[in-house]
């Protein structure tokens, strides 16, 4: 039994592949025996198994899984491919790849959302002497002014990636201020557009040369629920509005306009303003730079106010039945120019239904000499006549549309119900004869770089803004707490047990407490609040990961706490990559030290995941470290606000890159217990650890009572020696006896 226990998985779901126990079907591009096969070979190559001695598993996977009809049914055939995959994989656990693995009940075989390492996930470290380059907030600010000269800057794209709460909003609104140029100003939210009109008043600019764009669900129609039914589904909804709108009248010249409708009267108002804001989410409309009614050809100006990636694709999904009732719409209607569409439709209709030889993915190439889109424009009257007729219509006609003149690659995928549908993104396109200005103060360069090739950026990897004085980051480096950790796991009783610490403790009695979490985890923590601290003054506020772009609620907080951190599950990456660039795979993923930047002397190694595509590890750095920075950006650490100190406690054993305080379970409590006024200064710390080498180094032990005394504290101050020694004879494995004196082991 011991020898069995050793040789067999500790990986659940690699142990269910092991021993056949379940039936396996794949989603994804690749084969199931394909796929489970390469599972296989890492599995053995993590085991540090020899070829010869993996052969006979390998095999009977193989013959277990392997379609009858492939090429590489027989197993000599196979032999030689098995192989080269052995040669050329590593042996990381292959956690990535059985996402793409459930058994016959729909459930995954793998239900973590990252590896968890088998051995502790932090260590210490030597920290690095080669410190990146620090540079002061007025010398940011300079940067920032002078990189955002909208009139000396001519047509390209401008990355402007001053850290969060350094003012980057501002500093751009003062260039509109000025210019005489048009501008399309995109944000995420409405109610951040009105905080942008207000300080672009505050800074210099004009009421009458701004225009806030509300959509059909702010306007004083009676039908717009309706309305907005149809613009979702890509019924053309001005067919509704003639049949339907009291707005509607005769006008001078015989043809028909709107009257006080506040949401087409606002085309012809927001075409005369200068600057344009409108909501990011718009983006995805490919007629939204060139639109005449609005103007935004003329617009030589584009800025767009945080982070805008994910709103730079849309996905469409096609199923069997949408395609089937537009090749039935299609059939008989224009035929000459609406031909193309009804051959593009069955093809696709053949490509999803072919149950003899199913692909995973279909490429079409770009017609950009046939564009269909003014022959669809013009059948909007029978779109409309059929639009309850065929309630799936979804605006297929102008996804098909898109298809036949970008092209673009399709793929084959199946739903929770394991019906087949068809998936692609439609992606933005940006004029090349514009400027545009992306304001994303978490924004990872390298991955804007490979979107915008040639763009230009604020500030370099290296550089990092001093923090003020008063701000202190704390990072808590034992646990990731993982989403999976915390929901099926063991770790939120421990998670909740350091909130409650932090919210109990005497320094922060009457101070303001924000916490940010991840939205699955925000009710626990909301309970927890309302159970214990409801009666607390002022209550501590609750609020989750993309929620918080751009709000300034936690400015003047003396507390915070950033609970984990926002990530994706490791094959949403792929969809990540295929979103933002064609044809794209992410390839292994594994965990690797890194380095925490720490404010002390010392620091830690801590276990991250790294992938191994460059790119697709540019996406890990912004979409999840980009969020826990901006999370911090929440309360302004770079600016002296009113007051007299800020803790940050960051929950997360992640490395962002920010200058950190890390410390692990001992030395947070530690910490917690510590009133504000016993707090050793850098300047203090710094002399007692000397000290403390210098008697060690003499006497071969030392104790608070030999620093004290060479320091001559009074007996109060003993605690702050405590607080310096301890943890540093923690990092240095000195023993303690029960005298309470050092010595080295």
């Known amino acids: 039994m011991a020898r069995k226990s050793r040789t067999r998985p500790s990986c659940k779901a690699i142990k269910r592949l092991y021993d056949h126990t379940t039936e396996v079907h794949e989603i994804g591009d690749n084969s199931l025996w394909s796929l489970g096969l390469h599972c296989s070979v890492k599995y053995y190559l993590h085991r540090r198994s020899s070829f010869e001695k993996a052969l006979y598993g390998l095999e009977r996977f ?29 042996g990381q656990m292959p956690c990535l790849d059985l996402r793409d693995l459930f058994d016959e009940n729909g459930d995954r075989f793998c239900k973590c959302d990252c590896i968890q390492p088998e051995k502790r996930m932090y260590r210490l470290s030597r920290k690095d002497e080669k410190d ?62 009105d905080e942008i009109a207000e300080k672009f008043l505050l800074y210099g600019g004009k009421s009458e040369d701004m225009h806030i764009y509300e959509g059909i669900e702010t306007s004083n129609c009676a039908h717009k629920k309706r309305v907005s039914s149809l613009m979702k589904r890509g019924v053309p909804y001005t067919q509704f509005c003639h049949s339907k709108c009291k707005y509607l009248t005769q006008g001078s010249h015989g043809h028909k306009i709107w009257e006080d409708c506040i949401y087409r009267d606002q085309k012809t108002h927001a075409a005369l303003k200068r600057i344009l804001l409108m909501a990011t989410p718009t983006l995805i409309n490919q007629k939204l730079f060139d639109n005449e009614e609005l103007d935004n050809k003329n617009r030589s100006i584009v800025v767009i106010d945080e982070d805008h990636l994910q709103e730079m694709s849309k996905e469409v999904k096609l199923s069997k039945e949408d395609l089937s009732t537009n090749i039935k719409f299609l059939t008989g209607r224009d035929s000459n120019s609406l031909l193309p569409l009804r051959e593009l439709a069955l093809k696709l209709y053949n490509f999803l239904t072919d149950t003899q030889r199913p692909a995973f993915s279909l490429t079409l190439r770009p017609n950009k000499k046939d564009s269909l889109r003014f022959n669809v424009d013009n059948i909007g009257k029978d779109i409309y006549r059929h639009a309850n007729k065929y309630r799936r219509f979804k605006g297929l006609l102008y996804d098909l549309d898109y298809l036949h003149t970008k092209g673009g690659t399709i793929y084959r995928r199946l739903d929770e119900n394991r019906k087949p549908y068809l998936r692609f993104y439609k992606r933005v396109e940006y004029p090349e004869d514009r400027s545009y200005y992306f304001l994303d103060g978490a924004a990872d360069i390298s991955l804007y770089k490979k979107l915008f090739p040639g763009i230009k950026t604020l500030k370099k990897n290296k550089d990092i803004l001093e923090m003020s004085s008063e701000v202190k980051i704390i990072q808590y480096i034992e646990e990731s707490f993982s989403l999976s950790s915390l929901t099926s796991g063991n770790k939120m009783d421990e998670l909740l047990g350091i909130v409650r610490a932090i919210l109990t403790a005497k320094s922060y009695e009457g101070q303001r407490i924000g916490i940010i979490t991840k939205k699955a985890v925000k009710e626990s923590i ?35 706490i950033i609970v984990g951190m926002q990530t994706l599950y490791f094959t949403d990456y792929a969809r990540e990559a295929e979103r ?27 276990l991250n995941p790294r992938f191994e595509d460059p ?6 750095k912004h979409f999840c470290l980009g969020a826990t920075v901006q999370a911090i950006g929440r309360w302004r650490p770079y600016r002296k606000e009113e007051r007299e100190f800020c803790d940050i406690f960051l929950l997360n054993n992640y490395a962002t890159g920010l200058p950190v305080h890390p410390m692990d379970k001992d030395e947070l409590f530690e910490f917690l217990k510590t009133p504000l ?26 104790k608070n009572e030999y620093i004290r005394d060479v320091l001559n504290y009074c007996q109060d101050k003993t605690s ?26």
């Open 132 to 193: 990146l380059k620090s540079v002061e907030l007025a010398t940011r600010e300079k940067q920032l002014s002078d990189f955002v000269k909208l009139d000396r800057n001519g047509p390209g794209k401008y990355l402007v990636n001053a850290e969060p709460g350094v003012g980057k909003t501002i500093a751009v609104l003062k260039e509109l201020a000025k210019t005489d140029q048009k501008v399309l100003y995109l944000a995420p939210r409405h109610n951040l557009l």
């Open 580 to 606: 933002l660039v064609r044809n794209y795979s992410t390839g292994r993923c594994y965990y690797d030290w890194v380095k925490i930047q720490s404010t002390e002397k010392y620091t830690y190694e801590v």
């Open 720 to 745: 702050k020696v405590s607080k310096v020694l301890s943890p540093l004879a923690k990092r240095m494995e000195w023993r303690r006896d029960n005298h309470n004196v050092y010595q080295e082991q």
């Open 677 to 702: 006024e016993d707090r050793p200064e850098p300047k203090d710390r710094d002399l007692i650890e000397k000290l403390a080498w210098q008697i060690m180094k003499e006497k071969g032990c030392v």
């Open 62 to 90: 193989h013959k277990h899984n392997v379609n009858p009809q492939s090429e590489v049914n027989d197993w000599n055939k196979a032999r030689a491919w098995v192989k080269k995959i052995w040669n050329e994989s590593s």
């Open 615 to 620: 790119f697709v590890q540019s996406m890990f």
């Open 526 to 560: 909301e309970k927890l609040v309302k159970s214990s601290f409801s009666d607390k003054d002022p209550p501590p506020v609750v609020k989750h990961f993309g929620d918080i772009t751009g709000v300034d609620d936690f400015k003047d907080y003396e507390v915070g």
